[in-house]
T-cell receptor, first 111, second 115 residues
């Protein structure tokens, strides 16, 4: 079955520390992959996307993600986390025109 | 500002009542979607409309109906609300053309409580 797995429900990091959020997908072909961020009480904002080509993609707010076909992964990274990055992060891929989402990872940032 | 507009932002219904959630986009997008978001469940697709005049069921369509009124508007109707439909509802849109797809644009959500 097509699915997206985000293994970490909740992650806490210190401000200034590096961050990696994990995402694995199950799909029969190379999917179109996305990361979205949702601040409390808000809608979803697109951070970055991967369609093809360079497997390291850059997004907004200093985020990047790396597509690894062999691991069926699309992990999100940021070298130095800011307090304003506290939010929920969703990995998704596009299948037959529809977005399929993971269940999300909530990020908390310690001062 | 261009984007996806949802109304209302908040709503409380009694069990058995009906209501319609409105969604409109001004980006000339072909495809529109309704998702519900529940804690620990991510976003689940209720219905979608790939283009004006078409609608299809998503993962969790039971208890809902939709109408693609025109290219801009896509409404979601609850005919007889149930407590299990308490959720946050998001509308989204996209161009619908794979190679030109830069992700979906989401509305800010409707928080619905059914008591």
């Amino acid at each position: 079955a097509q699915s997206v797995t985000q293994p970490d429900i909740h992650i806490t990091v210190s401000e200034g520390a590096s961050l990696e959020l994990r995402c694995n997908y199950s799909y029969g072909a190379t999917p179109y992959l996305f990361w979205y961020v949702q601040s409390p009480g808000q809608g979803l904002q697109l951070l970055l996307k991967y369609f093809s080509g360079d497997t390291l993609v850059q997004g907004i707010k200093g985020f990047e993600a790396e597509f690894k076909r062999s691991q069926s992964s699309f992990n999100l990274r940021k070298p130095s986390v800011h307090w304003s990055d506290a939010a929920e992060y969703f990995c998704a891929f596009r299948s037959q025109g529809n977005l399929i989402f993971g269940k999300g990872t909530k990020l908390s940032v310690k001062p | 500002n261009a984007g996806v507009t949802q109304t209302p932002k908040f709503q409380v219904l009694k069990t058995g009542q009906s209501m319609t959630l409105q969604c409109a986009q001004d980006m000339n997008h072909n495809s529109m979607y309704w998702y519900r978001q529940d804690p620990g469940m991510g976003l689940r697709l209720i219905y979608y409309s790939a283009s004006e005049g078409t609608t299809d069921k998503g993962e969790v369509p039971n208890g809902y109906n939709v109408s693609r009124l025109n290219k801009r508007e896509f409404s979601l109707r609850l005919e007889s609300a149930a407590p299990s439909q308490t959720s946050v509802y998001f509308c989204a849109s996209t161009t619908g053309t794979e190679r030109r797809n830069y992700g979906y644009t989401f509305g800010s959500g409707t928080r619905l409580t059914v008591v």
